[in-house]
């Protein structure tokens, strides 16, 4: 079974610096993409940014300059490190990640994490 478990969403005035951190669990897994996309309340899920195992990157529109994705292979984690908040960035993050759970099949399916509320106040 695969778990993607988010931390770090809290509570922040604008202008201020957040980081998320998601890690993703499962016997013998292996991935390819990790990311994290965003929901307003009454608003479509959006993609915040994603991350390749070999670094490619991909950031939505509204948070280019302002935040920062990484990985940690690894450790099957992905952080989201967020600057210059702004009260437009608050939603619910969601970890996703596309992951192969045999090595005996070549398809990859994606997962969701449960989610971590990012609030910015003005």
């Known amino acids: 079974q695969v778990r993607l478990v988010e931390s770090g969403g809290a509570l922040v005035q604008a202008g201020g610096s957040l980081r998320l951190s998601c890690v993703a669990s499962g016997s013998n897994i292996s991935i390819n993409l990790m990311g994290w996309y965003r929901q307003a309340p009454g608003k479509e899920r959006e993609l915040v940014a994603h991350i390749m195992n070999n670094g490619d990157l991909r950031y939505g529109q509204p948070v280019k300059g302002r935040f920062t994705i990484s990985r940690d292979n690894a450790k099957n984690t992905v952080y989201l490190q967020m600057y210059s908040l702004k009260p437009e960035d608050t939603g619910v993050y969601y970890c996703?990640?596309?992951?192969?759970?045999?090595?005996?099949?070549?398809?990859?399916?994606?997962?969701w994490g449960q989610g971590t509320q990012v609030t910015c106040s003005s």
């Open positions: 996703n990640a596309n992951v192969r759970i045999s090595t005996a099949s070549p398809y990859f399916f994606p997962y």
